[in-house]
């Protein structure tokens, strides 16, 4: 669709690849192709079991991609982020079966000075990709809990407990879930989410990140 403020906005500031400044790309299709895309693997998490990681966080590129997507706010890179965990999860040959997608909530307050919520935009992407239910509206995010990075390990776990709910009990016995998250740092928020899908019986819980750090 035609958008007249879009383009004033690319004249005004024109968009250039955030790797080697090529115009007309937030990720110029080069500089994507060096992003390196983990083979298939995973690891447990106590009731997670089974953690993918699309691609090794020591990349300077991938780096940037998710730095200027989740502090500098451009949805647009949600597209390039969305495709690594596409590709990766394309590899993966036991997929775990119908799952329902879900996406890390924020809080509302957070979402609306962000405008977008990263995990959200990700999990969609997969979701229709793969042609997997996705079900944003499942879990809310309590309380609005403090900025993670500004924290402690021990901080943040203790800052993350109970910050969820679960809006549709009913709907969770014997389902399949993949949580899709941007950068799985400490796992405590996943773990936090795949608890409470435990605890009202979710058959099995996966998690599903970019990297992790
Ligand atoms: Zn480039």
């Given at each position: 669709?035609?958008?007249?403020?879009?383009?004033?906005?690319?004249?005004?500031?024109?968009?250039?690849?955030?790797?080697?400044?090529?115009?007309?790309?937030?990720?110029?299709?080069?500089?994507?192709?060096?992003?390196?895309?983990?083979?298939?693997?995973?690891?447990?998490?106590?009731?997670?079991?089974?953690?993918?990681?699309?691609?090794?966080?020591?990349?300077?590129?991938?780096?940037?991609?998710?730095?200027?997507?989740?502090?500098?706010?451009?949805?647009?890179?949600?597209?390039?982020?969305?495709?690594?965990?596409?590709?990766?999860?394309?590899?993966?040959?036991?997929?775990?079966?119908?799952?329902?997608?879900i996406?890390?909530p924020?809080?509302?307050?957070?979402?609306?000075?962000?405008?977008?919520?990263?995990?959200?935009?990700?999990?969609?992407?997969?979701?229709?990709?793969?042609?997997?239910?996705f079900k944003n509206d499942l879990i809310l995010?309590?309380?609005?809990?403090?900025?993670?990075?500004?924290?402690?390990?021990?901080?943040?776990?203790?800052?993350?407990?109970?910050?969820?709910?679960?809006k549709n009990?009913?709907f969770?016995?014997?389902?399949?879930?993949?949580?899709?998250?941007?950068?799985?740092?400490?796992?405590?928020?996943?773990?936090?989410?795949?608890?409470?899908?435990?605890?009202?019986?979710?058959?099995?819980?996966?998690?599903?990140?970019?990297?992790?750090?």
């Open positions: 669709m035609f958008n007249p403020l879009k383009l004033l906005l690319n004249i005004l500031f024109p968009i250039e690849c955030i790797s080697c400044g090529k115009e007309g790309f937030f990720i110029c299709d080069n500089c994507f192709d060096i992003i390196k895309i983990n083979e298939q693997g995973s690891f447990q998490n106590e009731c997670i079991s089974q953690v993918h990681v699309s691609a090794s966080y020591h990349q300077k590129v991938l780096q940037k991609l998710i730095h200027f997507f989740k502090y500098q706010f451009i949805k647009d890179l949600g597209f390039p982020l969305s495709k690594i965990i596409t590709i990766y999860y394309d590899k993966v040959e036991n997929k775990l079966k119908s799952p329902i997608v996406s890390v924020l809080h509302k307050i957070r979402q609306r000075e962000r405008c977008f919520n990263q995990s959200e935009v990700l999990g969609k992407f997969f979701a229709d990709y793969f042609k997997y239910e995010r309590k309380v609005n809990t403090k900025h993670q990075a500004d924290l402690k390990r021990e901080e943040r776990l203790k800052n993350i407990g109970n910050a969820f709910v679960i009990i009913d969770v016995k014997s389902k399949n879930f993949i949580i899709i998250d941007d950068v799985y740092t400490t796992g405590s928020t996943v773990l936090e989410i795949a608890k409470l899908l435990k605890q009202y019986e979710a058959n099995e819980v996966w998690v599903l990140v970019i990297a992790k750090n």
